[in-house]
């Protein structure tokens, strides 16, 4: 049964895979208009046409001219092997751009991931021991709200206040140009001091979700059977409520953050160009203005199937920690995708 | 709760004075926020002196009394330009919510009410939506299909469907156990008759709820595209306003941000926030068992 279900998701994520690469290819053929007026095209060049001799050997050349199954055949085995094509704005494969600004992006996802827990997990707690109380309809409120705005509008208004306002935190980018860094101990301080505002930023919009996670699973949990067993058998509050009540309320959270990743990318590319941070997000802006494609599919590429590897990893993260899930569907357990008021996983 | 008449008028603003009394203070504030909003969209062309597309005056004046909100880099009014731009963040919320709401509504009835293989299907589809990143998949088809204003509505209702879909379907399976439904059908009521006499009713203020949630991303995701550059650029969208503020070079460095910027980030967040803040409030009304 369990073995079932786990190369069922497994099937599944296989298939989201398919159509996004099969997305990636469609999209160019789908496209009105005729690629070789693209080929040779920056923006306000002249473009010259073909003859109709060239238009053949450009056709054979890309392979245009053979049937669309061997053409998506062949698409699929170039992805493998890591081929994304080449960029034709900054003259250089596109893997190896993308790679060059990854790590800016992982840096700023891992770090907002950690802080947006950390806010989620105190905030949340607080507001369950509270529940019913003022500060719990408070922090509630102020969480819905910011739950719902934009990340790059509560980007611009750090970005105003802290940097423009007050000048505490630099404007942009991620580290100061030019700079000649007497240790290596500046130069991570530099690069904090850069990704403070991006990363809280991001953990700000990211907070709201897990702040109601903890708050409702903590709330049903407080109300079970066991805490009272525990109170009565006297033990300490802080016993009760970090030992018994807060490491259970955690469990849906694995789940939680992995759904919040699709999200969490897209609030990062939002914030990147807030705050003219050089990883993946900008990078696709830059490839959107100089309409370069094939790096634009190809950063959209590696946001996916990044995505989509998280989501599987927690999956198997979620059913190694939890026994109880092996035989029932871990999705529906935390109630994925209504609305964030999450049903915690009372199995 | 009372379910409302779609012929008596009579019934629908004793439904509304129904949902005013029950709305919270900040669901309260929220709709009257929402609604001057709405009116100043709709009268957009009433309340402003100066025209939104052209320039009427020096670039870059700072608010006063020519131009209430002062002017952008090309001497366009701000004012003229948020009332206009309202039009396009509300027609956008309205259109998705319609669209992806009843869309994703009656597909969660059917997958609910039928079962089998088309439920299995459709709640793949759905597993396989949320896993999917929304905004780049969004950018990338707006580059590929243009951006015209109905490119966009169109891609954000394909994307923002399996949400209500979901939710239905689950209030939907357990309205088919109820005993009336049962009853019902085994009168002989037919899938139509059961759909429009019992789950479309008894399911139409979740559906509303539902939309007031998606009008609210919609109008976000609409904002996050535009200010990315990828809005119609025929249409002045909030975020477009924005975009472009934060590509004049060195706009921190001046005081033109203290208006160019600052007033349409006021609105939008107003908008935004005061939509969420609704549909909070309507959710707790809509379905009592969310806790509050």
Same mark, same amino acid.
């Given at each position: 049964?369990?073995? +079932?279900?786990?190369?069922?998701?497994?099937?599944?994520?296989?298939?989201?895979?398919?159509?996004?690469?099969?997305?990636n290819?469609?999209?160019?053929?789908?496209?009105?208009?005729?690629?070789?007026?693209?080929?040779?095209?920056?923006?306000?060049?002249?473009?010259?046409?073909?003859?109709?001799? +060239?238009?053949?050997?450009?056709?054979?050349?890309?392979?245009?001219?053979?049937?669309?199954?061997?053409?998506?055949?062949?698409?699929?085995?170039?992805?493998?092997?890591?081929?994304?094509?080449?960029?034709?704005?900054?003259?250089?494969?596109?893997?190896?751009?993308?790679a060059?600004?990854?790590?800016?992006?992982?840096?700023?996802?891992?770090?907002?991931?950690?802080?947006?827990?950390?806010?989620?997990?105190?905030?949340?707690?607080?507001?369950?021991?509270?529940?019913?109380?003022? +500060?719990?309809?408070?922090?509630?409120?102020?969480?819905?709200?910011?739950?719902?705005?934009?990340?790059?509008?509560?980007?611009?208004?750090?970005?105003?206040?802290?940097?423009?306002?007050?000048?505490?935190?630099?404007?942009?980018?991620?580290?100061?140009?030019?700079?000649?860094?007497?240790?290596?101990?500046?130069?991570?301080?530099?690069?904090?001091?850069?990704?403070?505002?991006?990363?809280?930023?991001?953990?700000?919009?990211?907070?709201?979700?897990?702040?109601?996670?903890?708050?409702?699973?903590?709330?049903?949990?407080?109300?079970?059977?066991y805490?009272?067993?525990?109170?009565?058998?006297?033990?300490?509050?802080?016993?009760?409520?970090?030992?018994?009540a807060?490491?259970?309320?955690?469990?849906?959270?694995?789940t939680r953050?992995?759904? +919040?990743?699709?999200?969490?990318?897209?609030?990062a590319?939002?914030?990147?160009?807030?705050?003219?941070?050089?990883?993946?997000?900008?990078?696709?802006?830059?490839?959107?203005?100089?309409?370069?494609?094939?790096?634009?599919?190809?950063?959209?590429?590696?946001?996916?199937?990044?995505?989509?590897?998280?989501?599987?990893?927690?999956?198997?993260?979620?059913?190694?920690?939890?026994?109880?899930?092996?035989?029932?569907?871990?999705?529906?357990?935390?109630?994925?995708?209504?609305?964030?008021?999450?049903?915690?996983?009372?199995? | 709760?009372?379910?409302?008449?779609?012929?008596?008028?009579?019934?629908?603003?004793?439904?509304?004075?129904?949902?005013?009394?029950?709305?919270?203070?900040?669901?309260?504030?929220?709709?009257?926020?929402?609604?001057?909003?709405?009116?100043?969209?709709v009268?957009?062309?009433?309340?402003?002196?100066?025209?939104?597309?052209?320039?009427?005056?020096?670039?870059?004046?700072?608010?006063?009394?020519?131009?209430?909100?002062?002017?952008?880099?090309?001497?366009?009014?701000?004012?003229?330009?948020?009332?206009?731009?309202?039009?396009?963040?509300?027609?956008?919320?309205?259109?998705?919510?319609?669209?992806?709401?009843?869309?994703?509504?009656?597909?969660?009835?059917?997958?609910?009410?039928?079962?089998?293989?088309?439920?299995?299907?459709?709640?793949?589809?759905?597993?396989?939506?949320?896993?999917?990143?929304?905004?780049?998949?969004?950018?990338?088809?707006?580059?590929?299909?243009?951006?015209?204003l109905?490119?966009?509505?169109?891609?954000?209702?394909?994307?923002?469907w399996?949400?209500p879909?979901?939710?239905?379907?689950?209030?939907?399976?357990?309205?088919?156990?109820?005993?009336?439904?049962?009853?019902?059908?085994?009168?002989?009521?037919?899938?139509?008759?059961?759909?429009?006499?019992?789950?479309?009713?008894?399911?139409?203020?979740?559906?509303?709820?539902?939309?007031?949630?998606?009008?609210?991303?919609?109008?976000?995701?609409?904002?996050?595209?535009s200010?990315?550059?990828?809005g119609?650029?025929?249409?002045?969208?909030?975020?477009?306003?924005?975009?472009?503020?934060?590509?004049?070079?060195?706009?921190?460095?001046?005081?033109?941000?203290?208006?160019?910027?600052?007033?349409?980030?006021?609105?939008?967040?107003?908008l935004?926030?005061?939509?969420a803040?609704?549909?909070?409030?309507?959710?707790?009304?809509?379905?009592?068992?969310?806790?509050?």
């Amino acid at each position: 049964m369990s073995l +079932q279900k786990t190369s069922l998701r497994s099937l599944e994520y296989l298939l989201t895979f398919l159509l996004i690469i099969t997305l990636n290819f469609a999209l160019p053929r789908l496209m009105p208009g005729d690629p070789f007026l693209h080929l040779s095209g920056e923006a306000g060049e002249i473009v010259e046409g073909y003859t109709d001799q +060239q238009r053949k050997y450009f056709l054979e050349y890309y392979g245009l001219n053979r049937p669309v199954t061997e053409q998506y055949w062949r698409y699929l085995s170039e992805v493998a092997r890591g081929n994304l094509g080449f960029s034709y704005y900054y003259k250089e494969p596109v893997l190896v751009i993308i790679a060059r600004r990854l790590p800016w992006t992982l840096f700023l996802v891992a770090t907002a991931t950690v802080l947006s827990l950390i806010f989620g997990i105190l905030l949340g707690s607080y507001s369950a021991w509270r529940r019913g109380y003022w +500060q719990d309809k408070m922090l509630y409120l102020i969480m819905v709200v910011f739950g719902e705005i934009p990340a790059f509008l509560i980007g611009l208004a750090l970005l105003i206040l802290l940097a423009a306002g007050i000048g505490l935190f630099p404007l942009a980018g991620a580290i100061t140009h030019f700079a000649r860094y007497t240790s290596s101990w500046d130069r991570i301080k530099d690069i904090l001091h850069h990704a403070a505002l991006p990363a809280l930023t991001l953990s700000l919009t990211r907070t709201s979700g897990i702040y109601l996670l903890v708050r409702n699973s903590l709330g049903t949990i407080l109300a079970r059977d066991y805490m009272r067993t525990a109170r009565a058998k006297g033990l300490a509050e802080p016993r009760i409520r970090y030992r018994h009540a807060l490491r259970n309320a955690l469990l849906p959270l694995v789940t939680r953050v992995a759904l +919040q990743m699709g999200a969490m990318v897209g609030g990062a590319v939002l914030v990147e160009n807030v705050f003219v941070y050089p990883g993946l997000g900008r990078l696709m802006r830059d490839a959107v203005l100089v309409r370069d494609y094939p790096l634009l599919q190809g950063i959209f590429l590696v946001l996916a199937i990044s995505v989509m590897g998280t989501n599987y990893l927690a999956d198997l993260l979620y059913r190694y920690l939890d026994p109880r899930t092996r035989t029932t569907d871990v999705m529906n357990a935390c109630g994925r995708g209504t609305y964030g008021k999450t049903e915690p996983s009372g199995l | 709760m009372e379910k409302p008449s779609l012929l008596g008028c009579n019934a629908v603003i004793r439904y509304i004075k129904g949902v005013w009394g029950q709305l919270g203070l900040f669901g309260k504030i929220s709709l009257i926020i929402l609604l001057n909003l709405v009116l100043m969209a709709v009268f957009a062309p009433y309340l402003t002196r100066h025209p939104h597309h052209v320039s009427s005056g020096p670039p870059l004046v700072p608010p006063g009394a020519g131009h209430l909100l002062g002017t952008d880099d090309l001497g366009v009014d701000l004012w003229s330009m948020i009332c206009f731009g309202a039009r396009v963040s509300l027609m956008v919320g309205l259109f998705t919510a319609l669209l992806a709401g009843l869309g994703g509504g009656i597909a969660g009835i059917i997958a609910a009410y039928r079962g089998g293989w088309p439920d299995r299907v459709l709640m793949r589809i759905v597993d396989i939506m949320v896993v999917l990143p929304d905004l780049p998949v969004m950018i990338v088809l707006a580059v590929f299909f243009g951006s015209s204003l109905h490119n966009i509505i169109i891609v954000l209702a394909l994307f923002s469907w399996s949400m209500p879909a979901r939710l239905i379907r689950s209030q939907a399976l357990a309205l088919k156990e109820q005993a009336y439904i049962k009853i019902a059908a085994h009168y002989g009521a037919g899938m139509g008759h059961l759909f429009f006499r019992h789950f479309l009713p008894e399911l139409f203020p979740l559906m509303m709820v539902s939309m007031i949630r998606l009008a609210g991303m919609a109008i976000v995701t609409e904002a996050s595209l535009s200010f990315l550059g990828l809005g119609d650029p025929t249409s002045r969208s909030w975020g477009l306003i924005i975009n472009h503020a934060v590509s004049f070079r060195g706009i921190y460095f001046t005081p033109f941000w203290k208006w160019w910027l600052v007033y349409p980030w006021i609105f939008l967040t107003l908008l935004v926030s005061s939509l969420a803040l609704l549909g909070r409030d309507l959710e707790g009304i809509a379905d009592p068992r969310i806790m509050k």
